[in-house]
């Protein structure tokens, strides 16, 4: 019933941009805690970014101020917002739901951001 779609991914030069955006549906939106994953070649997934209902954030330390997760609550839209891209931030970038009353989590199908010269 919940459905997360991603967009927003493609390919970048070191030190660019990428907007990553996720539309939710099916779902109480806005009592949710939502979060921004990736999972790199040969690595596990690894959390990035995560945004309470209350708006609360938290960053995994690699990202800490070049990234930034926001959402819109009246959109049903969660974002991330990447500058200043290294290679190393070359992943798979999976849009997350934790549905509080289940704690069951919906994932979306990932978008590839790729940072290369």
């Known amino acids: 019933q919940v459905q997360l779609v991603e967009s927003g991914g493609g390919l970048v030069q070191p030190g660019g941009s990428l907007r990553l955006s996720c539309v939710a549906s099916g779902s109480a939106f806005s009592i949710n805690t939502m979060a921004w994953y990736r999972q790199a070649p040969g690595k596990e997934r690894e959390l990035v970014a995560v945004i309470s209902s209350s708006y609360n954030t938290n960053y995994a330390d690699s990202v800490k101020g070049r990234f930034t997760i926001s959402r819109d609550n009246v959109k049903d839209t969660v974002s991330l917002q990447m500058n200043s891209l290294k290679p190393e931030d070359t992943a798979v970038y999976y849009c997350?739901?934790?549905?509080?009353?289940?704690?069951?989590?919906?994932w979306g199908k990932g978008t590839l951001v790729t940072v290369s010269s």
């Open positions: 997350n739901l934790r549905n509080i009353g289940t704690f069951m989590n919906y």
